[in-house]
């Protein structure tokens, strides 16, 4: 081809809108060619509580306290966090209605924007999706189980925990995913029944007690923004079903149900358990405990109880950071069959869970655990996840305009109000994070700049090996 011929197809190439066909082209193709789907739709709920019940809310309210030492403002941050979850969770069920198949953020970014976003947001995954909850879970989990055992190192058990389900999950796939829905109905009966007994024997007082006016000036502060982005994280796994989307039966009704049930009814849980925490013990006792659980626990049952409540708590974190374990190379795993570079995060043998990436997740997680403290991982955590989040939901307007015809068996409720108040509420706890919280907004822009380069890279590297 003479250099008239080039200049003449790259001007061809200018005037087409960017992305447009492979858009419809992966629209067509998400309708066309499901992929084999073994997953119900309890399953999928289930999936979506077990990966939101975890650490976060059983540690957050302690440190939520700390800048906000109000009982009150701090359960209304817990009811935003839920709506905030909710609206996302709407959005999201639209734009995996349209393209049902595995990957999330990964998957999704890449075919409403530009394979590049989707990359960033699945090395975003890779750091912050799950190897710093993985990390943050297992410090957690420390904690409670030195709450029973004061002599243990919590240190050496974080380490332990990632290390033993790194290795069981990279040997055999099938590995505790038959128990999964076990433990999901076992996390939500136990949390029932200390909810229940927590109302009978908690002092309401403790929490309604403040006037209106009070409870206003703490949520208008900028450490009340600051303070839900420890909510994000603790609601976040709202998406947890969007990730397995291509393996879910009849994912256009199913998805959509699974996201919004799943989020509904663990809001409901985080409030009635906040409830319980704030009303077992002044704010003065519960500020800075990252094991608030155990120590509201005490507070309302006794030390034995305490300590009881403790090891349940620690075993229903072995079954978060599980199913996290399990669940993160799988993204990985996606984007080594697409790019050359990570090829390696894709390989496994018979029966074997994707052994590097799992690796590399683990690898991740313990240098994590070693250099951070818990909350300094949280607003990490939710920082980044935050600009990853609202940039998806932000694909709602971007399909609907691109993509009007596009068979949606799911439309977002209340659009677009739904998606609007989401896309706003996430940006102003970003905006207030880089405010206050300047350290941990650089770190989460170098993690998304590292994302950027290793594209980069890894894209030449693939267009070099596919064109020997």
């Not at 789907?37 to 509580?49: D, K, L, N, P, Q």
């Not at 708590?313 to 993160?328: Q, W």
């Not at 939710?382 to 015809?405: C, D, M, N």
């Not at 405010?435 to 994302?451: D, F, K, M, N, R």
Request: hydrophobic share 55%; aromatic share 10%.
């Amino acid at each position: 081809m003479d250099a008239e011929n080039k200049v003449l197809l790259f001007l061809d190439k200018l005037k087409r809108k960017p992305m447009s066909k492979e858009l419809d082209e992966s629209l067509e193709e998400s309708q066309t060619k499901p992929p084999a789907r073994v997953i119900g739709a309890f399953t999928a709920i289930m999936i979506v509580v077990a990966s939101m019940i975890g650490t976060g809310v059983f540690t957050t309210t302690g440190i939520l306290l700390e800048q906000t030492p109000s009982a009150a403002a701090v359960l209304w941050a817990w009811l935003i966090g839920g709506v905030i979850a909710f609206f996302g969770a709407l959005s999201y069920a639209e734009l995996v209605s349209i393209y049902p198949k595995n990957g999330g953020e990964f998957q999704l970014l890449t075919k409403i924007f530009h394979p590049s976003v989707g990359f960033v947001a699945g090395w975003v995954s890779l750091i912050v999706g799950f190897s710093a909850p993985i990390a943050a879970a297992a410090i957690a989990f420390g904690a409670y189980l030195q709450a029973i055992f004061p002599n243990i190192n919590a240190t050496v058990c974080a380490i332990s925990i990632i290390v033993l389900l790194s290795l069981a999950h990279a040997v055999k796939v099938t590995f505790g995913s038959a128990l999964q829905n076990v433990f999901t109905i076992a996390k939500l009966i136990i949390v029932v029944i200390f909810i229940i007994g927590g109302l009978y024997l908690g002092d309401s007082n403790l929490i309604f007690s403040e006037s209106p006016s009070s409870t206003w000036k703490h949520m208008i502060a900028p450490s009340f923004a600051v303070g839900l982005i420890y909510i994000t994280y603790a609601y976040s796994g709202w998406n947890g079903s969007a990730y397995i989307a291509g393996e879910i039966r009849n994912p256009r009704r199913s998805v959509p149900l699974a996201l919004a049930l799943g989020t509904a009814i663990v809001t409901l849980v985080y409030i009635g358990l906040n409830v319980v925490f704030l009303s077992a013990a002044p704010v003065v006792e519960l500020s800075g405990q990252v094991d608030v659980g155990a120590v509201a626990a005490k507070a309302l049952f006794g030390q034995n109880a305490g300590r009881v409540l403790s090891g349940v708590i620690s075993l229903l974190l072995v079954s978060s950071i599980s199913a996290m374990i399990m669940a993160g190379p799988r993204v990985y795993q996606s984007m080594g069959t697409q790019y050359s570079s990570f090829r390696f995060l894709s390989k496994r043998k018979n029966g074997s869970g994707p052994y590097f990436a799992i690796l590399l997740q683990a690898v991740i997680s313990l240098l994590m655990l070693a250099t951070a403290s818990f909350d300094a991982l949280l607003s990490y955590i939710g920082f980044t996840l935050s600009i990853s989040a609202a940039l998806t939901v932000i694909g709602v307007f971007v399909l609907r305009k691109r993509a009007p015809h596009a068979d949606r068996p799911y439309k977002c409720w209340g659009y677009p109000l739904t998606p609007l108040i989401f896309i706003a509420l996430s940006l102003w706890m970003v905006i207030f994070t880089v405010l206050e919280a300047p350290i941990v907004a650089l770190w989460g822009l170098i993690t998304v700049s590292v994302g950027l380069i290793l594209y980069y890279l890894a894209k030449d590297s693939s267009d070099t090996s596919s064109s020997t």
